[in-house]
């Protein structure tokens, strides 16, 4: 499989452990949601929505159109922090996130 192939993979295996754990969301959140200036929309999107909302639909459009993936791409470290110890998705999704990062290690790409 290439890299396309293999991150494309990976998302949909993100996708499956949220809605598996009902944190897939049906409703898009409030467009204003999406015109933030900080890293992860975390002024205004919960984690879990940022990755349904932007990280995996930008990741499969740069794969449909052929565009360069990123060079440099770690989302767990964020992940790690930002899902607390308590959350009930965090030992399920911090896997799959550890998993997509290492299709972007250096040895990788």
């Not at 396309?4 to 754990?21: G, K, S, W, Y």
């Not at 999406?34 to 879990?48: G, H």
């Not at 349904?52 to 449909?64: E, F, K, S, T």
């Not at 790690?80 to 550890?98: G, I, N, T, Y």
């Amino acid at each position: 499989m290439t890299l396309h192939d293999n991150v494309r993979a990976q998302l949909r295996a993100i996708e499956t452990v949220m809605r598996l754990h009902q944190h897939w969301q049906d409703a898009a959140p409030d467009a204003s949601a999406f015109n933030s200036d900080q890293p992860f929309c975390m002024d205004t999107l919960a984690p879990l929505e940022w990755l349904q909302w932007v990280l995996i639909p930008r990741m499969h459009q740069l794969l449909d159109n052929g565009q360069p993936l990123p060079q440099s791409f770690a989302i767990a470290p964020y992940y790690d922090v930002a899902l607390d110890a308590s959350h009930p998705l965090r030992e399920r999704v911090l896997p799959e996130l550890q998993a997509l990062d290492a299709l972007f290690a250096d040895d990788n790409v």
